[in-house]
């Protein structure tokens, strides 16, 4: 028999980080066509002080775990993003922490979900990944959005709204200017429209790279961006397109990244459901 004090494990003998297995999951039951979760952070037996109330009474430190602490966590690197990048609005910030997200785990392997089953995680999982602080600081590429596109785009669909601001609301929900892209019914063929502002250096050329979902063909227009002191933003169209339908009735996934052949890697995860209008078009 052996007896040994405890420890600290450093280095990478655990594999992390995990998604938990009560950690809330996609897709979003009211806009399924915007991604949820965003991202993923730190939040289980974290340490964290608490007051001396109810069952915190007997000592002014607990281990947590929850959205109580992952939600500190990104509060504090989104004040950090905000201290070096002043002018950056609250979208602008957001997609700093989505497309320099981290996929894969200390080993290099994809990140893991636990639950019933421990599976390779997904975005319905963890988002865009778990949040990469230091790559946020300079992600090259923002995908912002004027506060008035939520309101044309949220409450005009569930008729909260009225006025010039519902009647010049155009588009669908797939052009809403997130640092995603999710298609709940994609039945032949459809094509959304991000903007993309160059935030590194003035003269930058981004090449598309596409990892696209099963049984989908997709495209992006221009495939290459080229940016200068002058033009600092751009346009481009995705498309998607059914190839297989087998694969219909379950999300697949995919990404679209920007690299600029440096160090910038703009990565925006995709969600996509192929679906086949005369058995789903009546619960979609």
């Known amino acids: 028999m052996k007896i040994s004090f405890t420890r600290t494990t450093i280095g990478t003998e655990v594999s992390a980080p995990k998604v938990a297995v009560f950690s809330s999951r996609g897709p979003s039951p009211i806009y399924p066509g915007v991604l949820k979760p965003d991202i993923a952070a730190p939040g289980v037996s974290i340490l964290a002080a ?7 009474e007997h000592a002014p430190y607990h281990f947590l775990s929850g959205t109580s602490m992952s939600c500190p966590h990104v509060s504090g690197i989104i004040a950090v993003l905000k201290s070096l990048h002043p002018q950056w609005s609250p979208a602008a910030l957001k997609s700093a922490i989505m497309t320099t997200a981290l996929t894969y785990d200390n080993y290099g392997m994809p990140i893991q979900a636990n639950g019933k ?11 865009a990944g778990f949040v990469n602080p230091n790559m946020a600081t300079d992600p090259g590429l923002i995908y912002d959005i004027d506060p008035l596109d939520y309101f044309k785009f949220f409450n005009c ?14 588009g669908s929900l797939a052009d809403l200017n997130l640092p995603s892209i999710t298609i709940p ?11 993309v502002t160059n935030v590194g250096q003035d003269n930058a050329v981004y090449k598309a790279f596409l990892q696209p979902p099963d049984g989908v063909e997709m495209a992006v227009k221009p495939a290459v961006l080229v940016f200068s002191k002058e033009k600092k933003v751009q346009s481009f169209k995705v498309t998607f397109k059914v190839t297989r339908r087998q694969t219909q009735g379950d999300y697949r996934f995919g990404s679209l990244a920007w690299h600029d052949g440096g160090d910038h ?4 995860p995709i969600a996509v459901r192929i679906v086949i209008e005369d058995i789903y078009s009546k619960i979609s």
């Open 157 to 170: 669909m569930a008729g909260l709204g009225s006025g010039d601001n519902c009647t010049t609301a155009k």
């Open 185 to 195: 019914n994609l039945r032949t063929y459809q094509a959304a429209t991000r903007t």
């Open 50 to 56: 608490s007051p001396k109330t109810t069952i915190y």
């Open 265 to 268: 890697w703009v990565r925006i």
């Open 117 to 127: 089953l421990p599976k390779i995680a997904d975005p319905f999982d963890y988002g």
